[in-house]
């Protein structure tokens, strides 16, 4: 497992599922662009009721930073070519509207 934070943009709308055990979960996908350029899917799934508040009141497009556990994969393409991937389980989530909010409850001009 790697602690990481993710930063990019929503890819599609995220969804709630309901897991076997009856409770409920958010999954997502971030486009993140690499170090080199190259775009990477990030999949996201969080089990934290704020983290996926937030995700759900979101839409395709917006930006977003997430922490939590970081899981390289990789895939096979339709052209047989290897690319990776990223799982991450979220734990926190940063907005625009979440910088705001604390700026605002510590007392900062939220426009600064």
């Not at 969080?46 to 395709?60: N, Q, R, W």
């Amino acid at each position: 497992m790697i602690d990481a934070l993710i930063a990019g943009r929503l890819q599609g709308q995220p969804s709630e599922k309901t897991g076997k055990n009856g409770k409920p979960y958010v999954i997502a996908k971030v486009r993140a662009t690499a170090g080199d350029g190259e775009n990477l899917i990030v999949n996201v799934i969080t089990f934290s009721d704020a983290v996926g508040d937030a995700l759900l009141a979101m839409d395709e497009g917006d930006s977003v930073a997430l922490s939590g556990a970081l899981t390289p994969k990789v895939w096979t393409d339709r052209d047989g070519q290897v690319r990776p991937a990223l799982d991450l389980i979220a734990h926190q989530i940063l907005t625009a509207y979440n910088v705001n909010r604390k700026r605002e409850a510590a007392g900062e001009d939220a426009q600064a």
